[in-house]
């Protein structure tokens, strides 16, 4: 798929994941729109990865919002792909240390962004897309949704988070299938344990220690490593239907 060009919706687009995918889609040559809560920070990385890049504030579980981000993406180019890393997790067990059930609200808003708000920005961006011309075997878009390694080896206390990640994952192949009338492709990253800003705060002895974790290479992950293999979904015209683990062959242990 020739991108250059073509205009790009790019979820959780002001940090990490999200960022570092916006800049390799600008390199080559595609309008980036950014959509993040985070207004500051989509402020400054729109400004830093200059040329057409344009930040829209929203949230990805708001349809109307969604839908103004996406027409606004698709005003000087057609949109043809999208790339879903807004998400968010949180720590709680099913019964808490105190025997306490779980929060039910919290749960539910772990699986609104990450899962509801992935096909939300996803449909719409894909109904979109259906609008374009088609390009070389009647493609007209792709999709890059974010899941997580919590999807096949949740941890202790991961139950929300693993559980929306499992949705993602388990989205991609009937969507792309859905979307296969319409030439859209449908493809998802779940990325092992990456140095982003939720790992910030963590201190050297703690992040050596989830580096050693992983069989090879003994690194963390990097936003880089992502945006690398986001590209090649996106360029790779057969690959379809795909959850792709980026784990450094790392298996997640109970706790």
Do not use: W
């Not at 949230?59 to 698709?74: H, K, M």
């Not at 949705?167 to 859209?184: E, H, K």
Request: aromatic share 4%.
């Amino acid at each position: 798929m020739d991108i250059s060009g073509s205009a790009a919706i790019v979820t959780g687009g002001a940090s990490g994941l999200g960022a570092a995918t916006a800049r390799a889609l600008v390199e080559r040559g595609v309008i980036v729109t950014l959509i993040d809560l985070n207004e500051e920070a989509g402020e400054a990385k729109a400004s830093e990865l200059g040329g057409d890049t344009r930040f829209v504030h929203a949230d990805v579980t708001d349809p109307a919002a969604i839908s103004e981000a996406i027409s606004l993406a698709g005003t000087d180019a057609p949109l043809r792909i999208a790339v879903n890393c807004a998400g968010f997790a949180i720590g709680a067990r099913t019964v808490g240390r105190e025997g306490d059930p779980a929060d039910i609200e919290a749960f539910s808003g772990v699986l609104t962004v990450n899962l509801i708000g992935t096909y939300n920005v996803a449909s719409q961006a894909a109904a979109a897309m259906a609008k374009n011309d088609p390009l070389t075997d009647g493609e007209r878009g792709v999709i890059v949704n974010t899941a997580s390694v919590a999807a096949f080896d949740g941890q202790i206390g991961q139950t929300a988070y693993a559980a929306s990640k499992g949705g993602v994952v388990a989205l991609t192949l009937p969507m792309a299938r859905d979307l296969s009338s319409i030439g859209v492709r449908v493809n998802t990253i779940a990325p092992g344990v990456i140095d982003t800003p939720l790992l910030a705060g963590l201190n050297d002895v703690m992040r050596e220690a989830l580096a050693a974790n992983v069989p090879f290479p003994k690194r963390l992950g990097t936003p880089d490593d992502y945006a690398s293999l986001a590209i090649e979904l996106i360029t790779n015209g057969y690959m379809n239907g795909e959850t792709v683990r980026m784990d450094g062959a790392l298996r997640m242990a109970p706790r």
